[in-house]
């Protein structure tokens, strides 16, 4: 138990549909990540929040919409999606503060499919 | 960030001691050594970070060289569980930083 939930573990979805992806964490955190990892290839980051404040966007298309509402939940709006963002999305959370190590720590992923 | 190398992959007997080697030749003063793992399908699991002393905890060793170019995981008694894509990161501590994920090592553990 990693203390970071995602939901749904798994999605399959059409390109003309919205859905959402959600991440929760219970380690009392300041910051949160969402990573994608495509097949056979390295984790990317996509999204940084801090403090509820989105500090990092790597250059991702606006198809792909972070929402952080407070700092334990973290969401991933997707709307006309293409079959190459089929991947699995990670979260992750780290504290953050200034005398932290700032270890992340992620959730088990959503595994999506595009059709 | 600084780069890491990393062999692709490693085998090791279940029981053995397995060791896994990383090279970060570039890394700066202020820069950690951090090590995660990824079992197949499943998030990144931390495992164990250090700055220049060797560090250990309840699932790894963690051996820098006194140069900090180089260093070396550790699983005492590896486990078939312990199968997964290893990860070296080097990275500064400061503040939200991302993780840059490189290709790892393999390991597998064979019976």
């Known amino acids: 138990e990693t203390g970071v939930t995602q939901t749904p573990r798994h999605l399959v979805m059409g390109m003309t549909n919205k859905k959402s992806l959600k991440c929760e964490q219970h380690l009392g955190h300041n910051a949160m990540y969402w990573y994608k990892q495509s097949a056979k290839k390295p984790l990317e980051l996509m999204f940084v929040?801090?403090?509820?404040?989105?500090?990092e966007n790597n250059s991702v298309p606006s198809r792909f919409s972070p929402e952080c509402p407070n700092s334990s939940h973290l969401f991933l709006h997707l709307h006309t999606l293409q079959p190459e963002d089929s991947a699995l999305y990670l979260c992750?959370?780290?504290?953050?503060?200034?005398?932290?190590?700032?270890?992340?720590?992620f959730g088990p992923g959503t595994r999506l499919t595009v059709l | 960030d600084a780069k890491t190398t990393q062999p692709p992959s490693m085998d090791c007997a279940e029981g053995r001691a397995a060791n896994l080697p990383c090279n970060h030749s570039t890394i700066s003063g202020n820069e950690y050594v951090y090590w995660y793992r990824q079992i197949h399908s499943q998030g990144p699991q931390y495992i164990i970070h250090g700055l220049k002393n060797n560090e250990t905890n309840e699932m790894a060793s963690l051996i820098i060289t006194e140069d900090r170019k180089s260093s070396t995981l550790i699983l005492p008694h590896a486990t078939l569980r312990d199968t997964a894509v290893y990860y070296c990161?080097?990275?500064?501590?400061?503040?939200?930083?991302?993780?840059?994920f490189g290709q790892g090592t393999r390991l597998t553990i064979n019976p």
């Open positions: 990161i080097v990275r500064y501590v400061q503040g939200a930083q991302k993780l840059v």
């Open positions: 992750a959370s780290s504290p953050s503060g200034p005398q932290s190590t700032d270890t992340q720590y």
């Open positions: 929040y801090n403090f509820k404040e989105q500090t």
